[in-house]
T-cell receptor, first 109, second 114 residues
Framework: GQQVQQSPASLVLQEGENAELQCNFS?????MQWFYQRPGGSLVSLFY???GTKHSGRLTSTTVIKERRSSLHISSSQTTDSGTYLC???????????FGQGTVLSVIP | GPKVLQIPSHQIIDMGQMVTLNCDPV?????FYWYKQILGQQMEFLVN??????MEKSKLFKDQFSVERPDGSYFTLKIQPTALEDSAVYFC???WGGGQNTLYFGAGTRLSVL
């Protein structure tokens, strides 16, 4: 089965609302990471978060290893947050990443 | 922040031809990667490369694929010959270390095989 499952597949928000994106991953993966893929395609690393909670501006990532889940919280969303959010995990220690299908976020004014 | 540059951004070629995709990784990074994303599908690992050698490759990394980084210049992905199913966006990435390190991705090269 799929090793990284993201939910929801898509999300539409009004500007200013908060978003919670979920990622469930298999026991073979660790070193969870979150990326933002711009509508044009390029990827930006948001978090490297193997466990615990990390903050960056309006973004918060929480990974609970024993529950095999990681989340990305976006507070006070802006139209510029629109794009695809990808969760990925590594197999072993070689940075071979397995990606989820992504959550497509649309923030409307 | 650190940038990975990919050249060209879009390449259109006829099936059976050879193509080389170029990647200029972050300057002090030691590990290099190629990922493939077919339109509408998830990103998938192709290969990683360190110290002049392929460390690991996936089943998507067919015999027609090769990678090299001659003399610390561009990290390249060559496909010879190309097939229709090679049409995808190819993303290059680099990292300083091999494990538990943030990967920095390029903007991708969209390859269209006709």
């Amino acid at each position: 089965g799929q090793q990284v499952q993201q939910s929801p597949a898509s999300l539409v928000l009004q500007e200013g609302e908060n978003a919670e994106l979920q990622c469930n991953f298999s026991t073979s993966l660790n070193s969870m990471q979150w990326f933002y893929q711009r509508p044009g395609g390029s990827l930006v690393s948001l978090f490297y978060n193997p466990s615990g909670t990390k903050h960056s501006g309006r973004l918060t990532s929480t990974t609970v290893i024993k529950e095999r889940r990681s989340s990305l919280h976006i507070s006070s969303s802006q139209t510029t947050d629109s794009g695809t959010y990808l969760c990925a995990g590594a197999t072993g220690g070689n940075n071979k990443l397995t990606f989820g299908q992504g959550t497509v976020l649309s923030v409307i004014p | 922040g650190p940038k990975v540059l990919q050249i060209p951004s879009h390449q259109i070629i006829d099936m059976g031809q050879m193509v080389t995709l170029n990647c200029d990784p972050v300057s002090n990074h030691l590990y290099f990667y190629w990922y493939k994303q077919i339109l509408g599908q998830q990103m998938e690992f192709l290969v990683n490369f360190y110290n002049g050698k392929v460390m690991e490759k996936s089943k998507l990394f067919k015999d027609q694929f090769s990678v090299e980084r001659p003399d610390g210049s561009y990290f390249t992905l060559k496909i010879q010959p190309t097939a229709l199913e090679d049409s995808a966006v190819y993303f290059c990435a680099s990292s300083w270390g091999g494990g538990q390190n943030t990967l920095y991705f390029g903007a991708g090269t969209r390859l269209s095989v006709l």
